[in-house]
C-alpha cells in the first residue's frame, strides 16, 4: 500500500509561485513513476508532470501547458516529490492531484496507469 498525502496549494495572483508536496508513506517509491495532475470544475483530469528515476537517472516529463513554467523533483530521503509551479497563470486553477504508478516501467503520462492517488489540494490563481 502507498499513502500519498499533498500539500502547499492556495490563492496566489497571475504571474506568482508556489510549490506543492507530496509525501509518500507505506512503500519506498525508488523504482516507480509518481506524477501530478489536475482537474478543473467541469473538465477532465490533465496530465501535468512525471518523474521516474531508474538508478541514478531521472526521465522527467510535462504536460504542454506547463513546460516551461513547472518542474517536478523528489527528495528521496524524505520520500517527497515536489512541484515547483511558476509564471502561474488563471487557466492553471483547478484540483492538483498526486500519483504513484507502481506498475509501469517507465515515466507514463497516463492516468489509468496510477493505481494510487492523493486527495488533492486546490490552487486557485486570481487574475
Known amino acids: 500500500q502507498v499513502q500519498l498525502v499533498e500539500s502547499g496549494g492556495g490563492l496566489v495572483q497571475a504571474g506568482g509561485s508556489l510549490r506543492l508536496s507530496c509525501a509518500a508513506s507505506?512503500?519506498?517509491?525508488?523504482?516507480?513513476?509518481m506524477g501530478w495532475f489536475r482537474q478543473a470544475p467541469g473538465k477532465e483530469r490533465e496530465f501535468v508532470a512525471v518523474?521516474?528515476?531508474?538508478?541514478?537517472?531521472?526521465?522527467?516529463s510535462y504536460g504542454d501547458s506547463v513546460k516551461g513554467r513547472f518542474a517536478i523533483s523528489r527528495d528521496k530521503a524524505k520520500n517527497t516529490v515536489y512541484l515547483q509551479m511558476n509564471s502561474l497563470k488563471p487557466e492553471d486553477t483547478a484540483a492538483y492531484y498526486c500519483?504513484?504508478?507502481?506498475?509501469?516501467?517507465?515515466?507514463?503520462?497516463?492516468?489509468?496507469?496510477?493505481?494510487?492517488w492523493g486527495q488533492g489540494t486546490q490552487v486557485t490563481v486570481s487574475s
Open positions: 500519483a504513484a504508478a507502481t506498475g509501469v516501467v517507465r515515466a507514463t503520462v497516463s492516468e489509468y496507469e496510477y493505481d494510487y
Open positions: 518523474i521516474r528515476w531508474s538508478g541514478s537517472t531521472s526521465y522527467l
Open positions: 507505506g512503500r519506498t517509491f525508488s523504482t516507480y513513476s
